[in-house]
């Protein structure tokens, strides 16, 4: 197994600086030292996905369509295209509602991904440090990749929801037309998803 060569190098960095550079496979500093140097980059990461799902559920859902102007619907559920509001009757505003929500709960999800990833990343640059003073990496892989496979979990319902999400995108488009040139969401995307995206730490 090689760890080292799956983790960034300045996150490796981080624990030899704190623990000057001497900690022995018996000192007791080590684990804190490692601790106190990683925990800092999932936390920064986690207060920025905070920004953004604040940004998310009150803000503009921004869309794009090939060779068309952006258009936005609005947390209220109206359509924006070139900053101009688009006139839609009750079914088209339900529709357009139902779609927004399918967006949003697909980016949490991501979000919530991003977050444990980043967990993740800097867990395996401590454990992979610690593995290399206590001889134990056997047990440091199992960890890691134990951590991993919940991710993948996680990722797994981002996939689940996408055929609801196509399903409401094709109504969208079928009760508004000018949102039609927008739904360029389709079957491959759903099929596609999920594909060679597991995370592993092997030899």
Not at 41 to 53: H, L, N
Not at 103 to 132: F, P
Not at 144 to 151: F, T, V, W
């Amino acid at each position: 197994m090689n760890l080292l060569r799956m983790l960034p190098a300045t996150l490796l960095c981080l624990p030899l600086i704190a623990c000057g550079g001497t900690s022995s496979p018996s000192d007791p500093t080590l684990g804190k030292s490692v601790a106190e140097a990683t925990s800092g980059v999932g936390q920064t990461v986690k207060e920025a996905m905070d920004d953004a799902r604040k940004e998310i559920t009150q803000g503009n859902i921004k869309i794009s369509g090939d060779k068309q102007p952006r258009a936005e619907i609005t947390p209220d559920g109206r359509l924006l295209i070139a900053g101009k509001e688009i006139t839609v009757n009750d079914a088209q505003h339900r529709a357009l509602l139902a779609y927004r929500g399918h967006v949003v709960a697909i980016a949490m999800d991501g979000m919530d991904v991003g977050v444990a990833g980043a967990k993740l990343g800097a867990s395996a640059a401590g454990e992979a440090l610690k593995g290399i003073f206590s001889g134990d990496s056997e047990g440091v892989e199992k960890r890691i990749n134990a951590e991993a496979e919940k991710i993948e979990a996680q990722a797994k319902r981002i996939c689940a929801r996408l055929p609801a999400m196509l399903a409401s995108q094709q109504a969208l488009a079928r009760e508004l037309p000018a949102f039609k040139p927008y739904a360029t969401m389709d079957q491959s995307d759903v099929d596609d998803c999920g594909k060679n995206n597991s995370v592993t730490f092997s030899r």
